[in-house]
């Protein structure tokens, strides 16, 4: 009796522990938080502080998320940080009255850079799955495409933006709502939607997925193609943050939008992690930044703290996956045992 009893309690010990597996980014938030405000207090000196730093993660959240979506679909995307600069620069020409001045409308410019995420995604996701590209090549070359073709566009910064462009990105109430409302609305779609679970299921085995019937490769294209447009909206909001368009707008964005979503819960490997989960790792990387910058650290020196948290993301990825299949193996093994 006593064996029998232990089984199933055991198995809701385990399942405590993967719960705590996939939201193991909020406590690790909350004990960073405690350990920046007793080591630099001075980054929580007052509301305002709190909201420059969420203010300034709120171009990477969109970035990451895109990431995000890409990793639960069994895909990657190396280009997220490029279209988030190119759509930004394009759009940026577009609505200047110091530079092209083609569209007055603030709105019509917001849908221009929408526009132009879509269409490169659109294009990523047909030459992954219809022409049989390498995700890894295919996001790679357009990673360098559009990086040159945004300094091609203009080496110099672009000014003269109109208000109503920049006012989404530039008001904190504004950028940091409509973030946390995306977040939302992306993870309802992921978790309950058909198309959500089709997303998790190409990601988990494409070739399982296809024979149950799931259109593999409407899916792909249609997860790049949300990728694309979530990366441009980062682009819009890094623009409002800034007021401008410098020429190097999202060059320093892809790896930090990968560490954040690893860090947050994605499996690299697809099929699991929840994408809610990369607003966690983002709000983490944008606190050790803000901590960073406020204690004086040099920028060389913030380079390599930034690749040392993309290396602990993988780590603490490494160590996660392991434990998940231990626990999993272990509950295979009781519910055996309990028959």
Known sequence: MATADYVPESVEVDDLLLSLLDNM???ILLLMTLAVWVVVPQTFTNLRSIQFILHGSVGLGFVALAEAVCLVSGNFDLSVGSIA?????LAGLVVSANQWNLVSNPLLGVAVILSIGLVIGVTNGVMISKVGINPFLQTLAFLIILQGAKLTLSTITVTGLPDGYTNIGNSPRISVGLLFLTFVLVGFVMKYTPFGQAVYAVGSDDESARAVGIDTDRV??????ISGVLSAAGGLMLTGFINVVPPTIGDELVFPAFAAAVIGGVSLYGGRGK?????GGVLLLGL???AL???GTPPEQ???VNGLVLLAAILVYSSRRRLRERILSRQVEASDYGR
């Open 288 to 290: 050790i930044q803000a």
């Open 302 to 304: 913030v380079t390599l």
């Open 220 to 225: 792909v294209i249609a997860v790049y193609a």
């Open 293 to 295: 910058n406020i204690s």
């Open 275 to 279: 994408v809610t989960g990369a607003l």
């Open 85 to 89: 600069g190119f759509s930004a620069m």
């Open 25 to 27: 980014i909020w406590p």
